[in-house]
């Protein structure tokens, strides 16, 4: 079983919600999402200190982060926050896989720059980095 923290816009929901569809469907794969959905009311947080602490909370029982890269992410405060907290908010950083969108031409360069591991939109590839960096 896998925990996984699956850093996301809630304003690009579509892609987040294509990914879990893709894990949910992968053969002998189990996993444990801690994400933060968009009707979660942690994003009601009444400020940026509550809500980035409720991004930790979530965050640490991860083995892993799972970063979309679309170019929205390079623009996204949030992001970077979540990627200073996997990073540098636990006594063992937490390793960042970053994915590549389907069909995407241009990708964050802060995702990728930060990432453990960049991979593409891809059912076993994702899997297979989710596997490699769980460790």
């Known amino acids: 079983m896998y925990n996984l923290f699956i850093s996301h816009s809630?304003?690009?929901?579509?892609a987040y919600e294509k990914l879990i569809q893709l894990l949910n469907n992968a053969d002998r794969f189990e996993y444990r999402n801690y994400?933060?959905?968009k009707n979660d009311p942690?994003?009601?947080a009444p400020n940026q200190y509550l809500l980035k602490e409720a991004i930790k909370r979530q965050?640490?029982?991860a083995n892993c982060v799972i970063i979309l890269a679309g170019v929205y992410s390079s623009y996204s405060k949030w992001i970077n926050v979540e990627i200073d907290l996997a990073k540098k908010g636990f006594g063992t950083p937490k390793r960042i896989i970053a994915i590549e969108p389907w069909g995407a031409e241009k990708t964050s360069a802060v995702v990728k720059a930060a990432a453990?591991?960049?991979v593409?939109?891809?059912?076993q590839s994702i899997v297979d980095a989710i596997r490699r960096q769980s460790k």
């Open 35 to 37: 994400s933060v959905p």
């Open 116 to 118: 453990d591991e960049i």
């Open 42 to 44: 942690i994003h009601n």
């Open 59 to 61: 965050m640490n029982s």
């Open 120 to 123: 593409k939109w891809n059912t």
């Open 10 to 14: 809630w304003n690009y929901s579509d």
